[in-house]
């Protein structure tokens, strides 16, 4: 990392131009994806790196385990990189994007991602931070097409191991950032992203005479979570497992039902408030067997509802809230035999990593919250500190008045 470290950041100004009038890197157009001689795809999903230009050491240590321990043929980000709103200037999204990209970068390990609600909040463009991305050897991101919705809408094949033909198919979606103040407080994937999935999902089966398997990878998880999730009664609310839904949702209560086969529920899923007809679109096409997502960093379950995984990776990230030991990444580990079915598993920072986690609130509510309180309190304790000294000069003065 320190040798590629240097050569990347000097060479970012002058990339940065060039990349931002490229539909796709050259690395793209040059990396095959392609099952191995054992038949397997190894996809290492990062969700919610979510740091600044100074990351969490917690963060690098654990991400750097994941990237050893998955062996991965690609790398998938599922949104939210950055803290956007720490992350005010290209030069500032240039080095929080290298903290997490020159790891992958230096293990020549292709890498794909999309885009969170948080990556943009500070003011950096998606597509100023897709030019970044495409500084870097392996990324097969792409900005997709320039007249739908968002940034980031693609697909990758993946190839048979001879390389002779494409085995499945990624989709990747720009799930966009906030809705409609009062509709949805998240946004939701548009009509116009749908009509591009169907039109190419059938342009794909006409050229290639079959339907391919496909997995599909977005930040925010589609309103049909809450049909999967079991609703309980408000006096178990306190129960292992149980949460409060979220939004429209809130004042009911739900947890996993027999629809799950793996993870934890460990937060409200949030979603947008009006499905927008992508699950429905999922469904009716046939192809997606999982769709991953991110965005709730305490989440890493596996569902299926109407034939389709709804699957969760919980985060990485140690910037922003989490879980604890079970910060992570998921391992999805794909079949050319059976491209229809996958294994997965979550790998945990308390079986990758040897040092503890960090002190204070960290690891549960994440720095950012943790700076909050110290900076807070700080203020108080000044503001204390300024009252008693202003206290002792006013009792001094009545002691001298009363002499």
């Known amino acids: 990392m320190n040798k590629i ?25 040059d990396t095959m994806l392609q099952f191995d001689e054992n038949g397997e795809f190894r996809i290492l999903i990062v969700a919610d790196t979510q740091d600044t230009a100074r990351p969490q050491e917690a963060t690098l240590r654990l991400l750097n385990a994941e990237l050893d321990a998955a062996d991965a043929d ?26 997490i990209l020159a790891p992958v970068a230096e293990r020549s390990i292709p890498f794909a991602a999309v885009f969170g609600n948080h990556d943009d909040e500070g003011g950096v463009s998606k597509e100023t931070q897709l030019a970044i991305y495409h500084s870097y050897p392996g990324c097969l991101m792409s900005a997709g097409p320039d007249d739908i919705t968002g940034c980031g809408n693609y697909n990758l094949l993946v190839w048979s191991s001879d390389g002779s033909r494409p085995v499945c198919n990624l989709w990747f979606l720009d799930s966009g950032t906030y809705g409609e103040k009062g509709v949805s407080k998240y946004a939701r994937v548009e009509q116009d992203q749908i009509d591009w999935y169907t039109s190419t999902a059938a342009a794909l089966e006409e050229q290639y005479g079959e339907m391919l398997p496909a997995y599909l990878f977005q930040h925010i998880i589609v309103p049909e979570i809450y049909d999967l999730l079991t609703e309980v009664p408000a006096s178990e609310k306190k129960a292992e497992d149980v949460v409060k839904g979220f939004s429209s949702h809130s004042g009911h209560y739900y947890k996993m039902g027999d629809g799950f086969t793996a993870g934890h529920l460990g937060e409200a899923p949030c979603p947008p408030d009006i499905p927008s007809g992508e699950f429905a679109a999922m469904r009716d096409t046939g192809d997606v067997v999982a769709a991953f997502f991110g965005h709730d960093h305490k989440n890493d379950f596996v569902g299926t509802y109407e034939g389709i995984d709804l699957v969760n990776t919980a985060g990485t990230g140690f910037y922003i809230y989490g879980e604890r030991e079970y910060h992570g990444a998921r391992l999805v580990i794909l079949h050319e035999s059976t491209p229809a079915e996958y294994d997965t598993e979550m790998l945990y920072y308390k079986d990758l990593v040897s040092e503890p986690l960090p002190g204070g609130l960290t690891p549960i509510h994440g720095k950012y919250v943790e700076n909050i309180v110290i900076a807070a309190a700080a203020g108080l304790l000044v503001l204390i500190g300024a009252g008693v000294l202003v206290g002792v000069r006013i009792a001094k003065r009545k002691k001298r008045s009363q002499k």
């Open 74 to 99: 690609l790398v998938v980000f599922t949104g939210d990189q950055v803290h956007g709103p720490s992350v005010r200037t290209t030069e500032a999204m240039g080095k929080a994007l290298d903290a």
């Open 5 to 29: 470290r240097p050569f990347l950041c000097a060479a970012l100004s002058a990339l940065l131009l060039t990349a931002l009038t490229a539909p796709v890197s050259a690395a793209e157009e």
